[in-house]
């Protein structure tokens, strides 16, 4: 099990501190990118992530909340170890994704598709061999703090069996309402990484917190 807190919800004005603080005990950071007509919120632009980027040689997922996410694949400085994270309800086009896709790995780094909690699963299994990351998401796409959706749990299922009929290893991420009352049943279900936000920077102590989530 892997954890990225999700820097949304961290102490901006402290933010390398904060980074400091959490490396040494999590897997990577989630970074929420809104352009404020995808989803109705504003967030980070790349020199935000970038400099986040600077702070930390722990792995990135970038998770573009976008209308036009090709338009961010040169605006963003990635690494290899480093995750670009799509909306299918952004593109929804096949050429469009299976072009986003080969643009991204063009850039030497990861690629992964998130998929809104009302976005059936099969609609992505067509690319499902050409990425290393999909992004369940347990809440609806926007802002922090939503209470967890349920019925996305079955969809973890379905991409274990179909992940397992084609002897493929992309990674089960999950973002949304996730915290110490259901990470261990989502653990057990088969969720490789979480992405976490106010279950972490909520709590007085968030190194302390993040602890727990492990336990």
């Avoid at 950071?29 to 935000?48: Q, S």
């Avoid at 400085?77 to 096949?94: M, R, V, W």
């Avoid at 915290?179 to 106010?198: P, R, W």
Wanted: with cysteine; glycine share 6%.
């Amino acid at each position: 099990m892997e954890i990225l807190p999700s820097l949304i919800s961290a102490d901006l004005l402290n933010l390398e501190t904060v980074i400091k603080n959490l490396d040494p005990h999590c897997d990577g950071y989630h970074i929420d990118v809104m352009d404020d007509h995808f989803v109705p919120n504003l967030t980070w632009g790349p020199a935000f992530v970038k400099s986040i980027s600077s702070a930390t040689n722990l792995p990135l997922h970038v998770h573009l909340m976008v209308q036009n996410p090709e338009k961010w694949v040169s605006r963003i400085e990635f690494k290899s170890q480093d995750t670009f994270i799509f909306h299918y309800e952004a593109t929804k086009s096949e050429d469009r994704i299976l072009k986003l896709i080969n643009v991204v790995k063009a850039l030497g780094c990861k690629v992964g598709i998130a998929i809104n909690p009302g976005t059936p699963v099969v609609k992505i299994f067509d690319y499902i061999d050409n990425i290393d990351h999909v992004l369940i998401m347990s809440v609806e796409p926007g802002f922090s703090g939503q209470k967890f959706i349920p019925d996305v749990v079955d969809k973890v299922k379905l991409l274990i069996n179909q992940r397992n009929s084609m002897h493929l290893n992309f990674k089960i991420g999950m973002d949304g309402g996730i915290g110490k009352d259901n990470i261990a049943m989502l653990k057990h279900q088969g969720v490789d990484q979480f992405g976490i936000a106010s279950a972490i920077f909520s709590e007085k102590d968030p190194v302390a917190a993040l602890k727990n989530l492990y336990q």
